[in-house]
T-cell receptor, first 114, second 111 residues
């Protein structure tokens, strides 16, 4: 299958700081990228959908000013968690879709805010 | 009604048996359906996708889709202990152009 690389795989940051997570499609052009958050023993919750060159579409209840998404090219999307707080600690996963709506996932980023 | 619904389980089957996982969805316009497997602490990995009504087989896995009933299932034949994981049903919803997941079904295969 196609390869989606997510970086970093884990990060620990202090409360109040910002963290940037990158998601790259390595061998295909991703028309759409999704960002999910997963708390322990829960399912993936869609946070936002981003299309290259346009503003992300956020799901209800997700603060767009807190979770900044940039989809600058067909192979790169970034999620920045601004002013992180302990309750933002979670497993963040990106997914990229190419031509056939077949979604591939990055390795995930485990964020811990202390 | 949730957009994608799955029974959370756990579903326990003996080794060698058939495991049957089910999923229903709300958006009639959905065209693409996926099954993912997720091990604890890991990212989901794609098992199968299906677009057309009927069955699609790949090795020990068979996906079944019934758009009229808004129902998609995954059958795992000759279940192995290594199949023990959480299985996630995902629907690419035309409404909103987004990929939405069910809560997942925990499968336990006992040797």
């Amino acid at each position: 299958g196609a390869v989606v690389s997510q970086h970093p795989s884990w990060v620990i940051c202090k409360s109040g700081t910002s963290v940037k997570i990158e998601c790259r499609s390595l061998d295909f052009q991703a028309t759409t990228m999704f960002w999910y958050r997963q708390f322990p023993k829960q399912s993936l919750m869609l946070m936002a959908t981003s299309n290259e060159g346009s503003k992300a579409t956020y799901e209800q209840g997700v603060e767009k000013d807190k979770f900044l998404i940039n989809h600058a090219s067909l192979t790169l999307s970034t999620l920045t968690v601004t002013s992180a707080h302990p309750e933002d600690s979670s497993f963040y996963i990106c997914s990229a879709i190419g031509g056939k709506a077949e979604a591939f996932f990055g390795q995930g980023t485990r964020l811990t805010v202390v | 009604q949730k957009e994608v619904e799955q029974n959370s389980g756990p579903l326990s089957v003996p080794e060698g048996a058939i495991a049957s996982l089910n999923c229903t969805y709300s958006d009639r316009g959905s065209q693409s359906f996926f099954w993912y497997r997720q091990y604890s602490g890991k990212s989901p990995e794609l098992i199968m996708f299906i677009y057309s009504n009927g069955d699609k087989e790949d090795g020990r896995f068979t996906a079944q889709l019934n758009k009229a009933s808004q129902y998609v299932s995954l059958l795992i034949r000759d279940s192995q202990p290594s199949d023990s994981a959480t299985y996630l049903c995902a629907i690419f919803m035309e409404y909103g152009n987004k990929l939405v997941f069910g809560a997942g079904t925990i499968l336990r295969v006992k040797s």
